[in-house]
């Protein structure tokens, strides 16, 4: 049974960088088919796609955040990592890490295993 | 604003069966058969309950179906149980730049 967790500082400073990982067992980062994303909730708000990463390494971002994010995979240790720069109050929420099923077609279809989230607020 | 459209709540008495809309464009929901649907409990991750527009995960009840017509996707909750309250979110690949995008979110309430 695939299994997500994240891991990462559950309070930034604003202006400072967000930094989450999300450790991928029972399955290997590198299986053919599937994406790895991030998707985070603000507090009694809806999902905001972040953005995802194949375990080739290319990645693709929402547009609304582009300029700010950078995701990573390490394939040594199964995991994939978020980088969210410049944040704000705005950027508080739940983050999620995820598996994207595509077709081959760099098409996410949809998420199948998710981790359980972890609340990032930014605050001084 | 979200870009998928999804009416804020619902509700149903258990035993019966509800229906929550998904209304995008011809550039996500309704060109492409990448909808999903999501259950999401009170601070728990969202879980896959439908896939390409109608299908089931294993292990998700045959009380949960998928549909889509034209730039509308639905899901249908027959036999309501009191687990069935929930958050429900949609979600389409869309040929925008934004790749893949989702609903605002439906609250179900069981009555």
């Known amino acids: 049974q695939l299994q997500l967790q994240e891991s990462g500082s559950g309070l930034v400073k604003p202006s400072q960088t967000l930094s989450l990982t999300c450790a991928v067992s029972g399955g290997s980062i590198s299986s053919g088919g599937y994406s790895w994303s991030w998707i985070r909730q603000p507090p009694g708000k809806g999902l905001e796609w972040i953005g995802y990463?194949?375990?080739?390494?290319?990645?693709y971002y929402n547009p609304s955040l582009k300029s700010r994010v950078t995701i990573s995979v390490d394939r040594s240790k199964n995991q994939f990592s978020l980088k969210l720069s410049s944040v704000t109050a705005a950027d508080t929420a739940v983050y999620y890490c995820a598996r994207g099923v595509d077709y081959g077609d760099s098409r996410i279809s949809h998420f199948d295993y998710w981790g359980q989230g972890t609340l990032v607020t930014v605050s001084s | 604003q979200s870009a998928l459209t999804q009416p804020a709540s619902v509700s149903g008495s258990p035993g019966q069966s509800i229906t929550i809309s998904c209304t995008g464009t011809?550039?996500?929901?309704?060109?492409?058969?990448?909808v999903s649907w999501y259950q999401q409990h009170p601070g728990k991750a969202p879980k896959l309950m439908i896939y390409d527009v109608s299908n089931r995960p294993s292990g998700v009840s045959n009380r949960f179906s998928g549909s889509k017509s034209g730039n509308t996707a639905s899901l249908t909750i027959s036999g309501l149980q009191a687990e069935d309250e929930a958050d429900y979110y949609c979600s389409s690949y869309t040929s925008s730049s934004t790749l893949l995008v989702f609903g605002g979110g439906t609250k179900l309430t069981v009555l």
């Open positions: 990463i194949y375990h080739s390494g290319s990645t």
């Open positions: 011809s550039s996500d929901v309704g060109g492409y058969n990448y």
